[in-house]
Antibody
């Protein structure tokens, strides 16, 4: 069974940093691209970042480019999102999602990030 | 950036009804559109990929269509478990962008 479990969220002050993790199981992690997608409270979905299976290709939404860094450790079956210079508008539930062809076929349950003083 | 506009933003439906949801892209995206369903408190689930391909396990009452800028998700026979928010996503160009969603509610 495919499982994606996010962690690392919490309450953080504006301007500070936070690192999210997503541990994958039930499939060969190193064969798949991965994404981070977020959802602000009561709002819609926003794609944040993508990383290819071997980390050769990385893409970001303009809203996070230069502040967030997506990475992965295939030996640990883990996806990361390093978030710096956090803003109140980064407050959201952050999902990791597996990338297959051109869709997101499995999603985690999400981890909440709250940016507030 | 390609903007995806969904309409309506919400819709009141009845069980057994035929429902049509719309998604319009600000520029052509070919067939590069997926549809996702999000029920309350749950993570989104893939319904349709490549504009018209039903994902594994998705009931055949869900049908996607469209090309270029205009896309449609049709639920042929609404069931209670279909009450959810539906999002379209375009992956024709980076950044990939979601529509704002359509919420289906009971009349």
């Amino acid at each position: 069974e495919v499982q994606l479990v996010e962690s690392g969220g919490g309450l953080v002050q504006p301007g500070r940093s936070l690192k999210l993790s997503c541990v994958a199981s039930g499939f060969t992690f190193s064969n798949y691209g991965m994404n981070w997608i977020r959802q602000a409270p009561g709002k819609g979905l926003e794609w944040v970042a993508y990383i290819s299976s071997g980390s050769s290709y990385i893409y970001y939404a303009e809203t996070v480019k230069g502040r967030f860094t997506i990475s992965r450790d295939n030996a640990k079956n883990t996806l990361y999102l390093q978030m710096t210079s956090l803003r109140s508008e980064d407050t959201a539930l952050y999902y990791c999602a597996r990338h297959r062809y051109n869709y997101f076929d499995y999603w985690g349950q999400g981890v909440m990030v709250t940016v507030s003083s | 950036e390609t903007v995806m506009t969904q309409s309506p933003t919400s819709m009141s439906t009845s069980i057994g009804e035929r429902v049509t949801l719309n998604c319009k892209a600000s520029q052509s995206v070919g067939i590069n559109v997926d549809w996702y369903q999000q029920t309350p408190g749950q993570s989104p689930k893939l319904l349709i990929y490549g504009a018209s391909n039903r994902h594994t396990g998705v009931p055949d009452r869900f049908t996607g269509s469209g090309f270029g800028r205009d896309f449609t998700l049709t639920i042929s026979n609404m069931e209670a478990e279909d009450l959810a928010v539906y999002y379209c996503l375009q992956y024709g160009s980076i950044p990939w962008t979601f529509g704002g969603g359509t919420k289906l509610e009971l009349k």
